[in-house]
């Protein structure tokens, strides 16, 4: 008589999972279905994700949008909580702690890319479900295949921080997924820079910041703005998610237009200049790194066309002036401002106040 032996999988794959498969086929943008399901466009990308549940009434929806069965829909649901507490359960609570309290837990729940859970098994669900792994050794292969694939501006930085800045690249990866994209075409990019480059002169991101993703989608680009978690000290990073689509991932970290757009620049060099199979994270400047010169070079030659740097180079450290150039060379004077500090013509203190400011309220 055969044994009869009982299937456990080694993984939980959300339903959303097949929904967000199904947005890609057939091309509809987020924005589009969540006006369709009645729902935010975040809910929506949580709802790809596994964040939140996928509730009787969605179902409905999903039926009536997608049409595949509501039944489906909460069956897929039920097996899904099911096997990400089978997973959490096999896993001894003294590694389950330990392996927690080295996440950036509290701004992964702050930053909505998480649920707060009491029950330790239950958070350590949660947690396994948004790394995509199924265990903790799997959690540190994942990890540590890319670190191996990762150039950090910061020697050991990446090492020594590996959960916070594995935690930031895996919400930017997530949130990538959900965004719609032409094929890479580095030709396209290039050709593109010159229009990204007019935005700096728009103030609001909630203005430029969505012109910008259409731009970057059209080069095949997914565009993400995240706040960096504890410990987690990038300002960007650059990684091919698919064969065809790549992803920048920024963090405003220094809350100012002259470092966004800088970074921005930066990091769409490291994407035409350098290897596709690398992960770039950016922390603090290494001014001996070959990829980092080349990309500041980059994104200075963008941000200052040759035609611009000499006359800034001549240029007097005032206000009018530098307000006069920035019009004249169709750019924002707080650029100017970041690159007068950057070859030491000016203090970082001196004029400052022309650089524009956000806030994440913003």
Same mark, same amino acid.
């Given at each position: 008589?055969?044994?009869?032996?009982?299937?456990?999988?080694?993984?939980?794959?959300?339903?959303?999972?097949?929904?967000?498969?199904?947005?890609?086929?057939?091309?509809?943008? $987020?924005?589009?279905?969540?006006?369709?399901?009645?729902?935010?466009?975040?809910?929506?990308?949580?709802?790809?994700?596994?964040?939140?549940?996928?509730?009787?009434?969605?179902?409905?929806?999903?039926?009536? $949008?997608?049409?595949?069965?509501?039944?489906?829909?909460?069956?897929?649901?039920?097996?899904?909580?099911?096997?990400?507490?089978?997973?959490?359960?096999?896993?001894?609570?003294?590694?389950?702690?330990?392996?927690?309290?080295?996440?950036?837990?509290?701004?992964?729940?702050?930053?909505?890319?998480?649920?707060?859970?009491?029950?330790?098994?239950?958070?350590?669900?949660?947690?396994?479900?948004?790394?995509?792994?199924?265990? $903790?050794?799997?959690?540190?292969?994942?990890?540590?295949?890319?670190?191996?694939?990762?150039?950090?501006?910061?020697?050991?930085?990446?090492?020594?921080?590996?959960?916070?800045?594995?935690?930031?690249?895996?919400?930017?990866?997530?949130?990538?997924?959900?965004?719609?994209?032409?094929?890479?075409?580095?030709?396209?990019?290039?050709?593109?820079?010159?229009?990204?480059?007019?935005?700096?002169?728009?103030?609001?991101?909630?203005?430029?910041?969505?012109?910008?993703?259409?731009?970057?989608?059209?080069?095949?680009?997914?565009?993400?703005?995240? @706040?960096?978690?504890?410990?987690?000290?990038?300002?960007?990073?650059?990684?091919?998610?698919?064969?065809?689509?790549?992803?920048?991932?920024?963090?405003? @970290?220094?809350?100012?237009?002259?470092?966004?757009?800088?970074?921005?620049?930066?990091?769409?060099?490291?994407?035409?200049?350098?290897?596709?199979?690398?992960?770039?994270?950016?922390?603090?400047?290494?001014?001996?790194?070959?990829?980092?010169?080349?990309?500041?070079?980059?994104?200075?030659?963008?941000?200052?066309?040759?035609?611009?740097?000499?006359?800034?180079?001549?240029?007097?450290?005032?206000?009018?002036?530098?307000? @006069?150039?920035?019009?004249?060379?169709?750019?924002?004077?707080?650029?100017?401002?970041?690159?007068?500090?950057? @070859?030491? $013509?000016?203090?970082?203190?001196?004029?400052?106040?022309?650089?524009?400011?956000?806030?994440?309220?913003?």
């Amino acid at each position: 008589m055969m044994e009869q032996v009982t299937f456990e999988p080694e993984w939980a794959i959300p339903p959303g999972a097949t929904i967000s498969g199904i947005l890609q086929r057939k091309k509809v943008p $987020i924005a589009d279905f969540a006006w369709e399901m009645e729902l935010a466009e975040q809910d929506v990308e949580a709802l790809c994700e596994g964040r939140i549940a996928l509730s009787d009434r969605i179902a409905q929806k999903l039926e009536q $949008i997608l049409g595949v069965s509501a039944e489906f829909w909460i069956v897929r649901e039920a097996q899904y909580r099911s096997d990400a507490n089978k997973l959490a359960e096999r896993i001894p609570p003294s590694d389950a702690q330990a392996w927690i309290r080295d996440l950036p837990l509290k701004d992964m729940v702050a930053y909505g890319w998480i649920e707060h859970y009491q029950n330790q098994s239950e958070q350590l669900a949660e947690c396994l479900r948004f790394f995509d792994v199924s265990s $903790i050794p799997h959690f540190e292969k994942r990890i540590n295949s890319v670190a191996d694939r990762t150039k950090f501006r910061t020697s050991g930085t990446f090492t020594s921080k590996r959960h916070a800045v594995g935690a930031w690249l895996r919400f930017g990866e997530l949130t990538a997924q959900q965004i719609i994209c032409e094929p890479w075409n580095p030709l396209r990019l290039r050709k593109l820079l010159p229009e990204m480059r007019k935005l700096t002169l728009l103030r609001e991101p909630q203005i430029f910041l969505p012109k910008l993703r259409a731009l970057c989608a059209a080069s095949g680009i997914a565009l993400v703005i995240a @706040r960096t978690p504890s410990g987690c000290r990038a300002s960007g990073a650059t990684m091919f998610i698919t064969e065809t689509k790549a992803m920048i991932l920024l963090s405003f @970290r220094h809350l100012s237009d002259d470092h966004f757009w800088f970074s921005f620049f930066h990091e769409c060099g490291h994407l035409l200049l350098h290897p596709k199979e690398m992960v770039v994270v950016e922390g603090e400047a290494d001014k001996n790194d070959p990829m980092e010169k080349e990309a500041n070079e980059f994104a200075e030659d963008v941000l200052i066309p040759a035609p611009w740097k000499q006359l800034l180079d001549k240029l007097r450290p005032n206000r009018n002036s530098i307000v @006069r150039f920035a019009v004249r060379a169709g750019i924002s004077p707080g650029i100017v401002v970041g690159q007068l500090e950057h @070859r030491k $013509i000016i203090d970082h203190k001196f004029l400052s106040y022309l650089k524009r400011r956000y806030t994440w309220g913003d």
